[in-house]
């Protein structure tokens, strides 16, 4: 059974840090894929970042460049996003999603539960 469970959510006051991590399990880690999708309540689903297997080929949302950081490490089987200088606009619900595949553009098929990040004063 694929599971992935995120945590490191939380209260964060503006320009702070926070490193989310997903456990995951059920499945070969390092042969998939695995993104950050996040959802507000304005803008829905938005996707933020993903790391694949392809030669450690990361990609991320183009206002995300530069304060977002995702990474994994294959011997534990986690993913984490690291995020720096964090905005009141970054206030959502942070999803860990797997890819169907390898690479960059295959369709997603199991999402954990998600972590609350909260920025505000």
């Known amino acids: 059974e694929v599971q992935l469970v995120e945590s490191g959510g939380g209260l964060v006051q503006p320009g702070g840090s926070l490193r989310l991590s997903c456990a995951a399990s059920g499945f070969t880690f390092d042969d998939y894929a695995m993104s950050w999708v996040r959802q507000t309540p304005g803008k829905g689903l938005e996707w933020v970042s993903t790391d694949t297997c392809d030669n450690g080929r990361t990609y991320y949302a183009e206002s995300n460049k530069g304060r977002f950081t995702i990474s994994r490490d294959d011997a534990k089987n986690t993913l984490y996003l690291q995020i720096n200088s964090l905005k009141s606009e970054d206030t959502a619900v942070y999803y860990c999603?797997?890819?169907?595949?390898?690479?960059?553009?295959?369709?997603?098929?199991?999402w954990g539960r998600g972590t609350q990040v909260t920025v505000s004063l």
């Open positions: 999603v797997k890819g169907g595949g390898c690479y960059y553009d295959q369709p997603y098929d199991y």
